[in-house]
């Protein structure tokens, strides 16, 4: 699938992260809270090409 935004065309990256449920941390308005694990987290692109309003920023 294409995607538009503002007349540029990219597509959609879709990084699945297995999560597991941990221990109970809290209760919030009687329900509890648990704490979230992630596995095999992907890393960050990192683009050091950047624009805003048309000028280049370091």
């Keep these: 699938m294409q995607l538009h935004y503002r ?3 990219y597509e ?15 209760k919030y308005r009687g329900v509890p809270v648990r704490q979230h694990q992630f596995r095999n987290l992907p890393a ?14 370091k």
Aim: avoid cysteine; charge should be negative.
């Design 12 to 26: 959609p990256v879709n990084n699945a992260v297995e999560g597991l449920e941990g221990e109970i941390i809290g």
């Design 44 to 57: 960050q692109a990192v683009d050091l090409r950047l624009t805003y309003r048309g000028a280049q920023v």
């Design 7 to 9: 007349g540029a065309a």
